[in-house]
């Protein structure tokens, strides 16, 4: 998994503080990351729907639909890709002891196992919402922690509309 997908989730988590647009520049400064790089992985979550660019003045990202609605495979499948996490290379395959393609009619048993513990770890990422990171986000450094993000996102003047 890329560095890319803490940031994601870390963006995700930090826009259920606020329903102003947050500025991507404001966003890199939060988590002290290039800007550039930040971009891209708001592109891959806009590409994927989850979030949306607002343009003009007060512009910036916004998450597209409820933070329950939005899991953490979401979030990975948008900056990753929904590709297999292990592919094989039918390493049995090579080598003074190979085996003949023709006998590999089957996944070998590291490939299935492989299989078994990415389908568990997806179902896993699919049971944790961007909401349940907010509410962990909360319980770890108190109700007003998000609160104080969103305030000091927001344009001056306003303050964030979502509670936590």
Known sequence: MSGGVEWALHCCVVLTSTEEPAPAARLAELHDVSPSYLAKQLQALSRAGLVQSVQGKSGGYTLTRSPSLITVLDVVEAVDGAGPAFVCTEIRQRGPMATPPEACTTPCAIN??????????????????????????????????LGRIGTWLAPAGTQPTTSE
């Open 112 to 145: 299935r196992a492989m299989g078994r513990a990415e389908a568990a770890w997806r179902e896993a990422l699919r049971s944790i919402t961007v909401a349940d990171l907010a509410q962990d986000v909360t319980a770890d450094y108190g109700p007003g922690a």
